[in-house]
């Protein structure tokens, strides 16, 4: 055999065991759980048993909140690196050329979790860090209490909903323990200080909006009661959500800032 077929040969047969490589790294290995199923790669399958008991306590402090299971079970994809979960929500949100911002490391919908794999967030992130385990379980939990949420709701990926963004996310806010008392503290001063928005749609804005739709949720629970917060799940605009309640967003927004003061 000559040398440059001997070469060409020997090339083609790399290329071959490479490729091979490669698409055994990109496929997604599954795990069924209770109630889930586990995405995830090669890369992260020395991760994956302590992922798992983040998300059994997430699932747990949900269904805990909610007083129920999961109404159907859903996926959660553990993607390696930034660039695959920019490409799961190009194709899911219908923007082929969205590319996401540092601090976006997971987002639920009622059918599945996407998150960047949580061990890479200090260098593929900012304003996490994975060391920090109590916050990272945490948003873990916020995004599951989106899936519940999703599970309950009219509109599933929250795509259609109106006016209630502060809901959906005080939330998860709320649920997951993220409503904690440095949030607390920095809502009461903008209170003092007069420094809140005029409605409850801007809640969701601005630096302490996690703060603000936290507490108002949280001021709702403990004023209407858990039952009823379960109830609002189905809404998806800020009519429905007031006419169940037999309120008005002034009633809200009164009632919220006396029981801030008080806290």
């Known amino acids: 055999m000559k040398k440059k077929t001997l070469f060409l040969v020997l090339t083609v047969l790399l290329s071959s065991i490479l490729l091979g490589w490669t698409i055994v790294e990109n496929k997604w290995i599954v795990e069924k759980q ?40 859903f996926s959660i994809y553990i993607h390696p690196s930034r ?17 996401s911002q540092c601090w976006m490391v997971a987002s639920g919908v009622s059918n599945k979790l996407d998150i960047i794999s949580p061990k890479k967030w200090d260098s593929l992130a900012c304003e996490h860090s994975y060391t920090d385990s109590i916050k990272t379980l945490r948003l873990i939990t916020h995004e599951l209490v989106h899936v519940y949420h999703g599970q309950q709701n009219k509109s599933p990926d929250f795509s259609d909903v ?8 005080g939330l998860a806010v709320y649920a997951s323990g993220q409503c904690d008392s440095i949030r607390i ?39 209407f009661g858990r039952e009823k917060i379960i109830s609002l799940l189905k809404f998806n605009n800020i009519e429905e959500l007031l006419n169940a309640l037999n309120t008005t967003e002034f009633e809200i927004l009164n009632g919220w800032e006396e029981y801030m003061k008080e806290l």
């Not at 790669?41 to 909140?65: H, M, P, R, S, W």
């Not at 749609?201 to 004023?223: E, H, N, R």
């Open 185 to 223: 503290s920095e809502v009461k001063n903008a209170v003092s200080e007069n420094r809140i928005p005029e409605t409850l749609d801007q809640f969701w804005t601005g630096k302490l909006k996690y703060g603000l739709s936290g507490t108002i949720v949280m001021y709702l629970d403990k004023t």
């Open 34 to 73: 209770n109630g889930y199923s586990l995405y995830y790669k090669t890369l992260d399958k020395q991760n994956i048993v302590e992922y798992k008991a983040y998300f059994e306590a997430g699932k747990k402090t949900v269904e805990e909140f909610f007083q129920n299971s999961f109404k159907n079970d």
């Open 83 to 99: 660039s695959s979960l920019d490409s799961a929500w190009q194709k899911d949100w219908n923007m082929p050329d969205f590319k």
């Open 162 to 169: 109106t006016g209630i963004d502060w809901f959906v996310e």
